[in-house]
């Protein structure tokens, strides 16, 4: 029997797919999915800008924010 062993998902990786959402992610969203604090979680954003992901702020209808990630870095970035 072969047996595959699946990867667990990182908060890392929980907060890149909620970012990569067409409607983006609030702070809110993303301090209940990963159980940080608001300012653990801003230094996180800061962290992929510096990577090379490009974060955009947008305002929601409700009158809340969203961040979303617009681009992602380059596969020679991703490296470094």
């Known amino acids: 029997m072969a ?3 699946i990867k ?3 908060k890392s990786d929980k907060v890149i797919a ?3 959402r067409a409607k983006g992610a609030s702070l809110d ?3 209940k999915a990963t159980n940080w ?3 653990s979680t801003r230094a996180f954003m800061t962290g992929l800008r510096k990577k090379g ?3 955009a702020r947008e305002q929601r209808g409700d009158g ?3 961040y979303r990630i617009t681009s ?3 596969a020679e970035d991703a490296s470094a």
């Open 3 to 5: 047996t595959t062993k």
């Open 72 to 74: 992602f870095p380059a």
């Open 18 to 20: 909620l970012l990569g």
């Open 53 to 55: 992901f490009v974060l």
């Open 29 to 31: 969203e993303i301090c």
């Open 8 to 10: 667990p998902q990182t």
């Open 64 to 66: 809340g924010t969203a």
């Open 37 to 39: 604090q608001p300012h």
